[in-house]
């Protein structure tokens, strides 16, 4: 079976790392994977794609067409006659972008439902990462598919080692946030806030972004704990990996976090009220300790090799 992945290389969301990691675990199932990368944003860019496209189809005999996010779909669209296309939606491209205040964005919004109605009538199968995206499409050529965790890549380890490679001092109370701080839908401002409210100048709140995707094991099991105040997530693979770790988590109740944390020891789901935030940090640094959450990630089949499985289960039903 031979999948063509199609994906952006120019955007700031970090997903090119998240997409070569389920590359790669399709591979070790036996699937041969190659990759298309849109390295050009904008209208002239997206349609420029769309000629590279035909050309690498020309040169290329590929099964099936596999496009993750919605963007990305729209270049593979004029070629889903001559192929199944798959569809993997990240979150707010059926979600829609959020403003500062948490309102949606107009436009993103008659983006968002242009894309449920693709999903419906035009594409072949869609895969999204949670309940909240499934019921946004309500049909039934869709599955629920979060993306999967290497769990030989992130691991619980040492802390003091951790800190000693990314040059955190061993006292300092490491409150970590994945995510570049100038995406508004990740909500830094409200991190920022309950972090003040907390008080302690040995709690430090570290942003984390444009590392090197293998780094992050470093990160998060440096940390204190993982914080994360999105408006809205598909299923975020911070927890994910943070889980994998074994690190404790503050999150707002976005995509399948509640169900990612039901009940795990040192885990804490919260509003987007600062104070509420700042306490449940306090708990969760007072934790000092390891939690369960690999295990959890283990249970619930979240590692890449299981989501592998269940992703060539939809390419054999679509070849089919």
């Known amino acids: 079976m031979k999948v063509l992945f199609i994906s952006s290389t120019h955007n700031k969301a970090g997903r090119g ?3 070569r990691m ?3 675990s399709l591979s070790r199932q036996g699937v041969e994977v190659y990759y298309f990368g849109i390295d050009r944003g904008g209208f002239a860019g997206y349609i420029s794609s769309i000629f590279q496209l035909g050309r690498s189809l020309r040169r290329n005999k590929v099964d099936i067409l596999h496009a993750h996010y919605g ?10 006659i001559r192929f199944p296309l798959v569809v993997s939606f990240m979150g707010d491209d059926i979600l829609g972008t959020n403003n500062e205040d948490g309102t949606i964005r107009k436009g993103s919004l008659l983006l968002a439902r242009f894309n449920v109605f693709l999903s419906k009538w035009i594409f072949t199968h ?5 309940r909240q995206m499934f019921e946004k499409l309500n049909h039934r050529k869709a599955s629920i598919i979060a993306n999967g965790v290497n769990l030989t890549l992130f691991r619980p380890a040492d802390k003091a080692e951790a800190r000693a490679i990314i040059g955190e001092a061993s006292t300092t109370k490491l409150i970590l946030f994945l995510s570049d701080p100038s995406r508004v839908e990740k909500n830094y401002r409200l991190a920022e806030k309950a972090v003040l409210l907390i ?7 570290l942003a984390v972004y444009r590392h090197e995707y293998l780094s992050l094991v470093d990160f998060y099991n440096a940390a204190d704990v993982i914080l994360l105040t999105s408006f809205h997530e598909g299923s975020p693979n911070v927890i994910k990996e943070a889980m994998a770790c074994n690190c404790p988590v503050v ?3 976005v995509g399948d976090v509640k169900w990612l944390l039901d009940g795990l020891e040192g885990c804490y789901i919260v509003s987007q009220d600062p104070i509420e935030i700042a306490n ?7 934790f000092n300790k390891k939690t369960k959450g690999r295990e959890r990630i283990i249970q619930l089949g979240l ?3 299981s989501i592998a499985r269940e992703i060539v289960k939809v390419y054999e039903k679509v070849i089919n």
């Open 199 to 205: 008080g302690d100048t040995d709690v430090k709140l």
């Open 17 to 19: 790392s998240i997409v």
């Open 126 to 130: 869609t895969i999204v990462k949670s």
């Open 280 to 286: 449940k940090l306090l708990m969760a640094l007072n």
């Open 251 to 253: 999150s707002t109740d």
């Open 303 to 305: 590692d890449s090799k």
């Open 71 to 80: 963007l990305s779909a729209l270049v593979a669209l004029p070629f889903k």
């Open 22 to 24: 389920q590359g790669e």
